[in-house]
């Protein structure tokens, strides 16, 4: 009994020292069918947040995340492959937000745009995948950040937006790879999606296949311990 209690306790004082969220958007795909379309409102809380997208989208059984996902296929033909994930009330307009995925390449010869966009469709930023690499434009210009993914190498990106600075950094595998980079639009002004978008392919069809899982998008509340 005195395990149980010193292991309660200290799961208390993990708690309380790494602070609070609130969850404005999420989707791990569990509840889905296999084969099908994602569902508009992801399961779970919150309740309203939801997905909106067109094109080549399916729910797999992905076998090395050992979960189920959603696979992004660029189609052969129009029209583009696009998924936006859109958070539940707002506006949110200030404080931090973390944007955290889990996501690996089946084909990459295609450029996947992923951006971080307002109600009024201003980005905070751009990233692209492509060739195993992962590129950045921001109100800084532009970088190739570092690190290589070729397909079937599982990586997980957290997006980190301070809305009251106006800046953002970038880790993959917890490793920093961008950080304090300015929003891309002076316009851009609430959190509202994250997008991810194949272009169609209409003048050539270089394939790109993206798989994406437990996608959350959420508020920092601050740390549970103030320290004086």
């Given at each position: ?6 292991l ?8 309380a ?34 997905l ?31 998924l ?110 994250i ?27 601050g740390?549970g311990?103030?320290?004086?």
């Amino acid at each position: 009994m005195k395990k149980k209690g010193l292991l309660l306790l200290f799961v208390l004082i993990l708690f309380a020292i790494s602070g609070s969220w609130l969850t404005v958007f999420h989707a791990d795909f569990e509840t889905d069918v296999p084969g099908s379309t994602p569902v508009t409102a992801p399961d779970g809380d919150p309740p309203n947040d939801r997905l909106n997208f067109d094109g080549d989208l399916e729910i797999i059984n992905s076998a090395p995340l050992g979960s189920k996902a959603l696979k992004i296929d660029r189609s052969t033909t129009p029209p583009a492959t696009i998924l936006e994930c859109i958070t539940d009330g707002g506006p949110h307009t200030n404080g931090t937000y973390y944007i955290e995925f889990k996501s690996y390449a089946e084909a990459d010869e295609s450029g996947l745009g992923i951006s971080v966009q307002s109600t009024s469709r201003h980005k905070a930023l751009q990233m692209g995948f492509k060739d195993g690499r992962y590129g950045l434009s921001s109100g800084d210009g532009q970088d190739m950040l570092a690190g290589t993914y070729p397909p079937g190498t599982i990586h997980s990106i957290r997006i980190t937006m301070n809305m009251n600075s106006r800046k953002f950094s970038v880790a993959i595998n917890d490793v920093q790879v961008a950080l304090d980079k300015t929003f891309l639009d002076v316009g851009f002004k609430d959190l509202y999606l994250i997008r991810f978008n194949y272009v169609p392919a209409i003048v050539e069809a270089f394939p790109g296949v993206y798989i994406v899982d437990d996608i959350s998008i959420k508020k920092y509340l601050g740390s549970g311990i103030k320290c004086r």
